[in-house]
């Protein structure tokens, strides 16, 4: 008789990083309540077995044979990217500044459905309220259940599940997103102050630039745990990075996996050695040159919509980045995704926030993907981390 099994909360959370979303619980099996709390935690439900598998189609010879061909078909297939039925439905997102970035996020959540409510703030009288409205008359088309409120007032934001800043300004031609340091941070004080009063359990997503220095500012104001603030950068870096590989390969971007760590602008590192096309090393496809080239381009690109657009800067793209995190954090995608975290020892770098492969969950940071670096790559890392430190004061 085999013994019974005690499930830990570390069974749990590596089901959770291998894309499960049901965990087995078989008859003697002991669950202990730390288990029950990750797997309640991170959206996994637990299901009392034996779960009854589905009976194998029998098949004749040659039917096999062929499928075993079609298998072994040198045709790439890209792998199917979509979202799981068992996501979670935030209560409320609310998005501090409805700018072009805010207003994007609150287009594509309301007509994803992502939550029962979606809360729009911003200084500029009838500005949010402009938006929300907007966004309800569209629900007659799109159908969608979500009620959308704006205000000039951050009280708006009271019970959030999740905050969004987008607030603060925007990069001009010439500017570096550090050249807005001293303006925006004290847009995240005063934006932290309300946030911790008004939605203390709510999970922040900071995209005011500089990234990861006010990424940085919002954790030492708000006073949460690393785990309920989080930058989105890395995942839009990574788009643009994924787009430029496929552009100069010729192929298309589902073809392409590919991201981009460190911080959000000129220390951007690109991970040629994670990145793949249809399944393969970039040198199959590209040269050393051409690599570089796409790197630079994903570097710059952020520069490169500023430039055209003389005022402002990219909006739907990070709009698009920032339903990718929420995704992850509702349980509609799995794996992980790079974003911008505080640091406790991965990767060898403490007390900075920087872009890395995170897993996330309904609490937001799970853990940091500690991915294996080359020399070069992790140089990056480190570099990327002393200019941050270093334009915070911190070195």
């Known amino acids: 008789m085999s013994e019974n099994r005690v499930i830990g909360s570390e069974h749990i959370e590596?089901?959770?990083?291998?894309?499960?979303?049901?965990?087995?619980?078989?008859?003697?099996?002991?669950?202990?309540?730390?288990?029950?709390?990750?797997?309640?935690?991170?959206?996994?439900?637990?299901?009392?077995?034996?779960?009854?598998?589905?009976?194998?189609?029998?098949?004749?010879?040659k039917t096999s044979m062929g499928r075993s061909l079609y298998r072994r078909s040198p045709k790439w297939i890209a792998p199917d990217k979509g979202i799981s039925s068992r996501a979670k439905r935030f209560s409320k997102i609310s998005i501090v500044g409805a700018g072009g970035v805010g207003a994007n996020i609150?287009?594509?959540?309301?007509?994803?459905?992502?939550?029962?409510?979606?809360?729009?703030?911003?200084?500029?009288?009838?500005?949010?309220?402009?938006?929300?409205?907007?966004?309800?008359?569209?629900?007659?088309?799109?159908?969608?259940?979500?009620k959308i409120v704006g205000s000039e007032t951050l009280d708006l934001i009271s019970g959030s599940d999740v905050v969004i800043v987008t607030a603060g300004r925007a990069r001009s031609p010439g500017m570096t997103r550090s050249d807005l340091i001293n303006i925006n941070k004290r847009?995240?004080?005063?934006?932290?102050?309300?946030?911790?009063?008004?939605?203390?359990?709510?999970?922040?997503?900071?995209?005011?630039?500089?990234?990861?220095?006010?990424?940085?500012?919002?954790?030492?104001?708000?006073?949460?745990?690393r785990e309920r603030v989080l930058g989105m950068a890395g995942t839009l870096d990574s788009s643009r990075f994924r787009r430029s590989l496929a552009m100069a390969a010729g192929v298309k971007t589902a073809d392409v996996e590919a991201i981009t760590l460190g911080s959000h602008g000129d220390e951007m590192a690109p991970i040629i050695s994670h990145s793949k096309i249809k399944g393969r090393s970039l040198e199959r496809f590209l040269s050393t040159e051409e690599i570089e080239a796409c790197s630079k381009d994903a570097i710059s690109g952020?520069?490169?919509?500023?430039?055209?657009?003389?005022?402002?800067?990219?909006?739907?793209?990070?709009?698009?980045?920032?339903?990718?995190?929420?995704?992850?954090?509702?349980?509609?995608?799995?794996?992980?995704?790079?974003?911008?975290?505080?640091?406790?020892?991965?990767?060898?770098?403490?007390?900075?926030?920087?872009?890395?492969?995170?897993?996330?969950?309904?609490?937001?940071?799970?853990?940091?993907?500690?991915?294996?670096?080359?020399?070069?790559e992790l140089k990056a890392l480190q570099n990327a981390a002393k200019a941050i430190q270093e334009r915070l004061g911190l070195k």
């Open 14 to 61: 590596d089901a959770r990083q291998r894309g499960r979303l049901i965990f087995e619980i078989l008859p003697g099996d002991i669950v202990t309540s730390l288990a029950r709390e990750t797997a309640h935690r991170l959206g996994i439900e637990l299901i009392t077995g034996p779960i009854e598998k589905p009976t194998l189609a029998r098949t004749d010879g």
């Open 302 to 376: 952020g520069g490169q919509v500023v430039a055209l657009k003389k005022m402002g800067s990219a909006t739907i793209a990070p709009a698009h980045a920032s339903i990718e995190i929420l995704n992850h954090i509702r349980g509609a995608k799995n794996g992980s995704i790079p974003v911008s975290v505080m640091l406790e020892g991965e990767f060898g770098l403490n007390n900075v926030v920087l872009g890395v492969p995170a897993f996330l969950g309904l609490k937001g940071l799970i853990s940091v993907e500690e991915i294996k670096l080359s020399p070069s």
């Open 187 to 225: 847009v995240i004080q005063s934006t932290a102050e309300v946030i911790k009063n008004q939605s203390p359990s709510a999970i922040v997503i900071v995209i005011t630039n500089p990234l990861d220095e006010m990424t940085m500012e919002m954790l030492t104001a708000t006073g949460f745990p």
């Open 106 to 146: 609150s287009h594509l959540a309301a007509n994803l459905d992502l939550s029962n409510e979606i809360a729009i703030v911003d200084i500029v009288p009838g500005l949010a309220a402009a938006t929300a409205l907007d966004l309800n008359h569209a629900s007659g088309i799109t159908r969608s259940s979500t």
